[in-house]
DNA sequence: GCCAACGTTGGC
DNA sequence: GCCAACGTTGGC
């Protein structure tokens, strides 16, 4: 899951506790929180729009999917005028905090890594902010990261 | 700040 | 259903 942290960060996280992961309005990204995310599932945590961006840490899904609240609020910057209370557009999961990796892992160095090769996140053009992470690949950053955290 | 890549909107 | 125009993401 990506987030630019001058937003919100893996500490906004860690201090919190659990957060709503809200504000997502692209419908790919909505399907994996509304039918692929599954309670206690491991998530990567990712700051976009950082100097640099890469993996802060590791989160998991505390809730199943329900619809993103800011949808129909009008003062939300994510409100949306189309979503009905009987039929949202919008979904989303709750995540809770679970560890901030050791060592912040740098796209660059993702992207210099042969074992990343075929990640969904270097894709090229990739923008998805909610996107899957093969099992090998999770691994491969939790221990690169440091992290205690066991797949 | 630039811009490539991609998603969404809306006219037809 | 097509597709041009536009908006957004996000790395650099």
Same mark, same amino acid.
């Given at each position: 899951? !990506? /987030?630019e942290p001058d937003v919100f960060s893996i500490h906004d996280l860690r201090r919190k506790g659990r957060s709503a992961w809200d504000?997502?309005?692209n419908y790919t990204a909505r399907n994996f929180m509304k039918d692929d995310m599954a309670v206690g599932e491991l998530v990567l945590f990712y700051h976009s729009n950082a100097t640099p961006p890469g993996v802060a840490g590791v989160a998991k899904v505390c809730s199943k999917s329900y619809p993103d609240p800011t949808q129909f609020d009008p003062k939300s910057e994510y409100y949306d005028a189309k979503s009905k209370i009987d039929a949202p557009r919008w979904w989303l999961v709750d995540v809770e905090f679970v560890e901030e *990796? +050791? /060592?912040f892992l740098p796209l660059p160095l993702l992207r210099e890594t042969r074992a990343l090769a075929d990640m969904v996140l270097l %894709? !090229?053009?990739m923008r998805l902010s909610v996107q899957p992470v093969s099992k090998p690949h999770f691994k491969w950053i *939790? %221990? +690169?990261g440091g992290a205690s955290t066991k797949p």
């Open positions: 899951m !990506k /987030t504000g997502v309005r *990796l +050791a /060592t %894709r !090229k053009g *939790l %221990r +690169a």
